[in-house]
């Protein structure tokens, strides 16, 4: 595999599968000696996602759509 003049590299099918690196993915670069490292960026969404993920599941009280609406538009249910 080569740097093109542009500085640019393709990364092998089977990897960017394996890691999920689908178009627009962000992914950070750190130089570790002669080693560089390829990781997926954490981005804020990719933050919220395994926010949400985490919580999913875990409420322990029922309530409608409207009535979570209510409560965070500050009117009554």
Known sequence: MRVTAKGQ???PQEIRERLGLLPRTEVDFAVR???LELRKAVTA???RRKLVEQMRGRGT???STDEIMAL?????P
Do not use: C, E, K, S
């Open 61 to 63: 009280v029922r309530m």
């Open 45 to 47: 969404a990719h933050g």
């Open 9 to 11: 590299i393709t990364i």
């Open 72 to 76: 965070t538009r500050g009117h009554d």
């Open 33 to 35: 000696g002669d080693v």
